[in-house]
């Protein structure tokens, strides 16, 4: 990596301050850990505020000096903000101080890390602060020396290798993060909790799928006796045999008992009424079906006779 031109005192360079989107470990000045998170929509009310502020500029110190030690020398100030929604990044114009011109030209610091102010939902909605830092925890913000101002020659494979597992494990923790949100977890909830929680979940769906099984098998049950004590044909020694078959395949095997159940009597009054009128060939059939003996007879029958109704 080289200077195209030395950085001057009050020399203006375009930086990345912040991501747009994605969610990031980080910890409060107070200590306390939680999970910032980003979107467009929060760095546009960045901007917003920052204009209804009066665009005051916004200090720019090394390694946060300011927040950590009151040390507010500047290395620059942050003179403009917009968002780049295409590149999904809040961007910044830094105009650089004397020192920060030298920290920058004798390649002393690489990136910058932003001090923001966040809603209780964890999005950021004011830039307080910026810091020429080398150990930024946004890491996917490009280095300051990316800007055009400098030419940087091509990364080591060591160097790839540490930027490709540094991506991973931002990967992992975003994906940890929305486990946690679809399992109601807590922000502070451990991988074992998350274990723990997919079993528990597990176990619950199976337990489900057990019941709604065994609810089925039981409906089916009672549709099948009552279907078999309906026909009142059926030997009490069958009836078992006969509801297993009904169970396997119940369109079948209710057709054959609704032809065997026992047809209403006509009583007859007079002898008129006694006179046993002609056949027809569907009742022909009909007689030929029901003098068969044993199922299985009665579905071949109906089987070569389709058209037949019973």
């Known amino acids: 990596m080289e200077l195209k031109e030395p950085l001057s005192t009050g020399q203006e360079i375009e930086i990345e301050i912040m991501p747009c989107e994605g969610q990031y470990a980080a910890t409060t000045i107070d200590g306390n850990d939680f999970v910032e998170k980003f979107s467009v929509e929060s760095a546009n009310k960045i901007v917003d505020n920052w204009k209804a502020d009066g665009s005051k500029p916004i200090l720019c110190d090394v390694d946060h000096s300011s927040v950590d030690t009151n040390k507010t020398q ?82 080591t494979e060591e160097e790839l290798e540490e930027k490709n597992v540094n991506i991973n494990e931002q990967k992992e923790f975003e994906l940890m993060n929305e486990l946690k949100q679809i399992l109601g977890l807590p922000e502070e909830a451990t991988e074992e909790d998350i274990r723990n929680s997919v079993a528990e979940l597990v176990e619950k769906v199976k337990s489900v799928a057990e019941e709604e099984a065994k609810a089925e098998a039981e409906r089916l049950q009672e549709e099948a006796e009552e279907a078999v004590n309906e026909c009142g044909e059926i030997d009490e020694d069958k009836k078992e045999e006969v509801v297993n078959c009904y169970k396997q395949n119940p369109a079948l095997v209710k057709s054959v008992l609704n032809a065997f159940k026992k047809q209403p009597v006509k009583m007859v009054v007079n002898a008129q009424d006694a006179v046993k009128p002609e056949l027809t060939d569907a009742e022909k059939l009909k007689r030929e079906y029901a003098a068969l003996k044993g199922g299985k007879d009665k579905v071949d029958f109906l089987k070569a006779h389709p058209s037949i109704t019973l």
């Open 74 to 155: 500047a290395a620059g100030w942050v003179t403009n903000l917009w968002v780049d929604e295409s590149a999904k990044r809040l961007m910044g114009t830094l105009q650089v101080s004397e020192s920060g011109a030298e920290a920058l030209n004798g390649l002393e610091y690489r990136y910058v890390s932003p001090v923001l102010l966040f809603t209780e939902d964890n999005f950021p909605y004011y830039l307080d602060s910026i810091a020429l830092t080398n150990t930024p925890r946004l890491q996917e913000l490009r280095p300051v020396y990316n800007s055009k101002n400098f030419t940087v020659e091509n990364e």
